[in-house]
């Protein structure tokens, strides 16, 4: 039943619609996503002004959902998005929606758990969506975020990163006085008040001039003198209150106290007996509390129910929608519930819970359990609970499903109410350590690191619960977790020591151990400790997870330690035992730390670029596409950008982000595709995915955030804002605790870079302090990296010659060309064109500005040039042009890059003849799809050919062109295609 029309005016807001409007639809380029986060006081307006503003959009053309997050603290995962779905789904005016809609609504009703896990469901969801808005805008609105579960939370941020592939804006209303202490929200919105794609509102109350319209409009007359003040002085501004003040005045109701407590209570008390009890059901409801519920626990006839709720809407306590009913403000539940008798409170949940429990759905489960809880049935609450804690579990909630759990535990050590012929009450019957170690387990998966720690004692100490060992094991986990690595160590020790565990127990012990010991940086003892696994795991059968995992710890360790033979034997080896145990996540793990030693430590990147890609391959015939297979092929992009292959890195980016990937996995990609983007001088794209990450990260994510920061230095000076870039760096030296040493001297060259091109361009003064600060960590690095392995030594070397060359321009304001000419050597030794080309640049541009060796620099800018058009670097190439017209330099006939970096022009080095003769029409077919990133499987279906077939064209290709890998196949088509 629908309420009637609103008809006091919305004063003083005005602007503010029209702000939003723009914000949320006329400002939003096609693609591209936009929120609003609308915080104020309770009363103030804002669902007022989310009402208004939907009507707005709708009138518009967008199609607009709108939801609300429940106050029981437990609610099912991403109810506000499926009551949304629910009441479009009602609405006959989108009829052409509704198969769309149902088919989003069935994959809630049928998701179960899954490799991919809560990525997938959210993939699901936003393809779902785009379903649903056919075409057009989408707008989710959403009131009381503050309730948002965090499934709903997490969705949110897939979507606003632009993950979902659709329009979407967001506005979203939030009480304000709610966002106390450790809100989970306060920190996302921190995060995202740094996007311009956000926007943060801060909804005042109305001014003194705007109370006295919003008054005069109820009362119909503008009220006198005293009695504006006095509204003006019990209001404060609060539209809603000043209605109901105004209200009271308009119908004669002047006896009334100064408090807006009293003022509710004489409303609710004018109403008559049935509407009073419809209005004290609604306010002890979850809203929106149905019509078929609220007439089960007032227990009247429909017709006395119709009119009962139709006083309660005239007197505007109420209001009502096709879904169910609600209060018109949650302050008068908060001031009802202090007026029922505890008896009186419980018969109301009682009657709410028979209701729910004569219709059995699994979205009831949270609302039932909460109702017999306040009915004081914690044997009946118990069941539902942990209904809806495995309900939450299923859709990934593992907040909420911590929150039903707890409450199952709360629940089973309270004592049933005693019955009244004075009988013995039956005991809940249910198993403690059960609760415990899922409370526990729950906890650990949602974050709530000192809460898993705290149940998991307590788990301890029960008869029934796990071993002893078992427990070291998981308590080591959940430590490690919340970053208390030392007690993590000792409990990992107690197993190994302990005579009493299983050989399995200790060889995932030692494992984990090891794993640890490699984060803490402590590389020899990480090697000691995964070599004590694996003699271990060599007795325990089935130990292939701890195999992967020590193996990967111990060749790390050797790679660091001066022994990289050794560590990719041993990894090589893990790699052999994943393949013949088949599980999908250890062969997944096995190629991932593989791909990630060669083009990481060992900087052997065009070989991890090959494992990488056949790694991406087999995993997705394992079918973990979208989780493993995404990380082993942003290893790839990020290997393929190292070594100048710009063009195929972008064909495997590309690729890779058609799985629509999320959380840490997006963030991987994304920071690889912006790195393409910075370099080829995209500022659009390059911002639009530094915007993505961060909109992610705000989520959690600390790890990403130096290459984020990194990337967006890069970006600043290429746009000639250097202190945007000098901010970036000390931001990330700031927040980070990295003992990277290479991340560490890659922060300090771009730091140093922004310094000096301050001084040379003389638009920002040069921080001494930040310069100060960055020499020290450049003796840091030196002094760390001189004790790390030759590999690593290898590459930080090349970023402290850098950071040495950029010093010396900041020292003297021309560059030294000894060691811009020491960084090109050292970087071409390493096959990295990119900083090589740099190098060069800097060296000719040091020649010149001391007038000698002109010739010299003249061929120094030549091969630059030569160097950053291969690549396809618009900023770099405009720069070395810059700097030879200046000089009078003749680049040659080279032809200059077009400025739309995605429409680049072939290199220079062009070969004069066909390296593609030999093939056959249907062989360039397959490796032109080979060179996009394609599988072997995806080419069969692509060109409707076998994908046996498909191994047999590409074997040809590779005899034929002299190649052994796809990555030297792809390079020669690439050298070769059509301009």
Request: aromatic share 4%.
């Amino acid at each position: 039943m629908a309420s009637d029309v609103d008809t006091a005016p919305l004063v003083g807001r005005a602007g503010t619609v029209a702000t939003l409007r723009s914000a949320l639809l006329d400002d939003v380029a096609p693609g591209h996503t936009a929120a609003v986060f609308l915080t104020g006081e309770s009363g103030v307006g804002k669902t007022r002004l989310l009402t208004e503003v939907g009507d707005r959009l709708r009138q518009a053309g967008a199609l607009v959902l709108t939801g609300t997050c429940l106050d029981i603290g437990d609610a099912s995962p991403l109810h506000p998005v499926r009551q949304a779905l629910r009441r479009l789904d009602a609405d006959q005016a989108e009829a052409r929606t509704t198969s769309a809609v149902r088919g989003l609504l069935q994959v809630f009703d049928e998701e179960s758990p899954s490799p991919d896990g809560a990525g997938a469901l959210l993939e699901r969801v936003a393809q779902g969506l785009h379903l649903v808005a056919g075409g057009r805008p989408l707008v989710l609105v959403l009131d009381d975020l503050q309730w948002v579960d965090r499934s709903t939370r997490q969705l949110l941020l897939y979507l606003l990163a632009g993950l979902g592939d659709l329009q979407l804006s967001v506005l979203a209303a939030i009480r304000a006085e709610a966002l106390r202490g450790a809100h989970p929200l306060r920190r996302v919105l921190t995060e995202l008040r740094r996007l311009r794609s956000v926007r943060v509102v801060d909804l005042l109350p109305l001014d003194r001039a705007g109370t006295d319209e919003l008054a005069a409009a109820i009362v119909g007359a503008p009220l006198p003198p005293d009695a504006a003040d006095l509204v003006w002085q019990r209001s404060g501004g609060n539209p809603f209150v000043v209605e109901e003040l105004a209200r009271d005045r308009r119908d004669g109701r002047d006896g009334l106290s100064d408090t807006l407590r009293e003022v509710f209570l004489d409303r609710v008390d004018a109403l008559p007996q049935p509407a009073h009890a419809v209005v004290q059901a609604v306010a002890a409801g979850v809203e929106p509390v149905e019509h078929w519920l609220l007439g089960q626990v007032v227990r009247l006839p429909e017709d006395e129910l119709l009119d009962a709720v139709r006083e309660a809407v005239a007197h505007r306590l109420l209001v009502g929608a096709d879904e169910g009913y609600r209060l018109r403000h949650r302050l008068v539940a908060e001031i009802l519930a202090g007026e029922l008798l505890p008896a009186e409170r419980a018969a109301l949940h009682r009657r709410y819970a028979e209701a729910l429990t004569a219709v059995p759905a699994e979205l009831h489960q949270a609302r039932l359990a909460h109702h017999w809880r306040q009915a004081g049935e914690p044997a009946r609450a118990l069941p539902a609970a942990m209904a809806a804690a495995r309900e939450a579990e299923r859709l990934h909630g593992y907040a909420e499903a911590h929150r039903h759990w707890s409450a199952a535990l709360t629940l089973a050590a309270t004592p049933p109410p005693v019955p009244p012929d004075g009988s013995r009450p039956e005991p809940v019957e249910v198993d403690r350590a059960e609760l415990l170690s899922s409370a526990a387990e729950s906890a650990h998966h949602s974050g709530e690191h000192a809460r898993a720690l705290s149940l998991l004692a307590e788990l301890s100490a029960e008869p029934t619960g796990p071993p002893a060992c078992a427990l070291h094991i998981r308590r080591a986990r959940y430590l490690a977790a919340a970053g208390r690595s030392a007690p993590a160590e000792e409990e990992y020790r107690r197993v190994l020591d302990s005579a009493d565990c299983t050989p399995r127990e200790r060889c995932t012990a030692a494992a984990r151990l090891a794993e640890l010991l490699l984060h803490l940086g402590r590389y020899a003892e990480a090697g000691e400790q995964a070599r004590e696994a694996l003699d271990l795991a060599a007795g325990v059968p089935g130990s292939t997870s701890e195999v992967v995992l020590a193996s990967a710890a111990l060749g790390f360790s050797e790679a660091f330690l001066e022994d990289p033979a050794a560590g990719l034997t041993v990894m090589r080896r893990a790699l052999d035992t994943a393949e013949r145990s088949g599980r999908p996540e250890d062969v997944a793990c096995a190629y991932l730390h593989l791909a990630e030693l060669l083009t990481g430590p060992l900087n052997i990147c065009e070989e991890g670029v090959v494992v990488a890609r056949r790694g991406a391959e087999r995993v997705a015939e394992l079918g973990l596409g979208r989780t493993w297979e995404t990380r082993l092929l942003a290893v790839a992009t990020n290997g393929l950008f190292r070594v100048g292959q710009w063009a195929e890195a972008e064909k495997v980016v590309a690729a890779a982000l058609r799985h629509r990937p999320s959380g840490a996995d997006a963030v991987e990609l994304l920071l690889a595709r912006c790195r393409l983007s910075v370099g080829y001088g995209d500022v659009e794209a390059s911002d639009r995915d530094l915007e993505a990450v961060a909109t992610v990260l705000a989520g959690g994510g600390a790890r990403h955030v130096l290459p984020m920061l990194i990337l967006r230095a890069g970006l600043a000076m290429w746009q000639g804002r250097h202190d945007l870039a000098r901010q970036a760096v000390q931001r990330g030296l700031t927040e980070s605790r990295s003992d990277d040493v290479i991340v560490l001297a890659t922060l300090a060259w771009h730091g140093l870079r922004a310094e000096a091109e301050a001084a040379a361009s003389r638009t920002v003064e040069v921080d001494p302090t930040a310069v100060r600060r960055l020499r020290e960590v450049v003796d840091r690095v030196a002094r760390k990296s001189e004790k790390a392995g030759a590999p690593v030594r290898y590459v930080a070397d090349g970023f402290l010659a850098l950071c040495d060359a950029e010093l010396s321009r900041l020292d003297d304001g021309r560059g030294d060309p000894e060691l811009w000419g020491r960084s090109a050597t050292e970087w071409d030794r390493r096959n990295h064109p990119y900083p090589a080309a740099y190098s060069r640049l800097r060296q000719a541009e040091a020649l010149l500005s001391r007038r000698s060796r002109v010739a010299t620099a003249g061929k120094l800018l030549r091969q630059a040039y030569a160097m950053a058009q291969s690549l396809g670097a618009v900023p770099l190439s405009a720069e070395i042009r810059t700097l030879a017209g200046r000089a009078r330099i003749t680049l040659e006939d080279a032809p200059a890059l077009d400025p739309v970096p995605r429409q680049r022009v072939a290199p220079p080095d062009v070969p004069a003849v066909d390296e593609l003769a030999e093939l056959t029409a249907r062989e360039r077919e397959v490796l032109a799809a080979v060179a996009e990133g394609l599988t072997n499987k995806e080419i069969g279906q692509r060109l409707f050919i076998s994908e046996r077939t498909i191994g047999v064209h590409v074997s040809h290709i590779f005899d034929k062109l002299h190649v052994r890998t796809r990555v030297q196949a792809s390079a020669i088509f690439l050298r070769n295609r059509p301009v």
